[in-house]
């Protein structure tokens, strides 16, 4: 765009809406570059170019009504609020210190009128946590969805309502087809017939024996399967939001699913009367099968809302 400003032109070329170019591009220019520094002088050392910045808040732009200024379309947003937002999804690490002091902070505090036990409010400050700052293979850090339309204090805690709220509806006992659908993924009958007919003789013993070496987990141990299983959260990634490195996030992870398999087995071993040939052959498939079986454990959604925060 010949003759226009920089920040402006960066403004008019990635927003999703209709713009009429500004009458006084300078001015608006002006405008911008106040936002910036503005914004970069509260929530200093946060270092973000100007240009990233107008182009986030371009793309976030409502919709505009025929005759409408660009000026106009900017008053109402949270403009510093959307430069911070912009620096977390782009995974700045003063920009998600930032936001956790200013804003995660203070999720306890305002999820107080619940009246939720502790640890449920501790589960959903994490997984607010998780879900507004992480960036994972299938999605963008939630983050990115802050328009600037309302303080951004009342948008993390809306967020984190509708966490809690989820977890509450989960928070019933498991019905007994959750651990049937572990079953089923083990082996179709024929493979071995002696071990298809311990699935129909067994199903329960298995069913709770999971369930029961399951529960003696640690709180933290539990946090760390759900978020591996079920947020699909890979190693490095918890390395980074647990601050410890990544072979310590895999030797935790192998520790906790094989204490569950010895636990399993132990409990099993106790309940069944079976041949020792026939019991190695189960235990060698509900090994390999036992990744599937904690996924399914978990479910879609966290159905464990008890459990404590891994110690940071």
């Known amino acids: 765009m010949a003759d226009v400003p920089e920040l402006v032109a960066t403004l008019l070329t990635h927003a999703r809406v209709r713009l009429t170019p500004p009458g006084d591009a300078a001015a608006l220019e002006s405008l911008l570059s106040r936002a910036w520094e503005a914004a970069r002088s509260q929530w200093n050392p946060v270092e973000l170019p100007a240009g990233l910045f107008v182009r986030h808040l371009a793309e976030r732009l409502p919709e505009a009504s025929p005759g409408s200024s660009i000026e106009a379309l900017l008053e109402p947003l949270s403009l510093s609020e959307l430069y911070l937002t912009c620096a977390c999804a782009r995974g700045l690490p003063a920009a ?44 963008e850090p939630r983050i990115n969805d802050y328009t600037g339309r309302g303080a951004l204090l009342s948008w993390v805690r809306v967020t984190a309502v509708r966490i809690a709220l989820k977890l509450q509806a ?137 459990d404590s925060v891994m110690k940071r």
């Open 96 to 139: 998600a210190e930032v936001f956790e002091q200013h804003y995660l902070a203070k999720l306890p505090a305002l999820l107080a009128y619940l009246k939720q036990p502790a640890a449920l409010v501790d589960d959903v400050c994490q997984l607010a946590r998780v879900r507004l700052l992480l960036r994972t293979p299938e999605s």
């Open 170 to 306: 989960a928070d019933k006992p498991a019905p007994d087809e959750d651990m049937a659908d572990v079953l089923d993924a083990l082996p179709a009958p024929g493979v071995d017939a002696e071990l298809d007919l311990i699935k129909q003789r067994h199903q329960s013993e298995l069913r709770q024996a999971l369930r029961e070496a399951f529960s003696t987990l640690s709180p933290d141990e539990r946090h760390l399967l759900r978020l591996y299983f079920v947020d699909r959260l890979s190693t490095t990634e918890l390395g980074a939001l647990l601050r410890v490195n990544q072979s310590t996030i895999s030797r935790w992870v192998k520790s906790a699913r094989q204490s569950i398999y010895e636990e399993t087995r132990r409990r099993l071993q106790a309940r069944l009367n079976l041949s020792a040939g026939g019991f190695q052959s189960f235990l060698s498939v509900l090994d390999s099968q036992l990744d599937v079986s904690l996924s399914q454990l978990f479910g879609e959604e966290d159905r464990r809302p008890g």
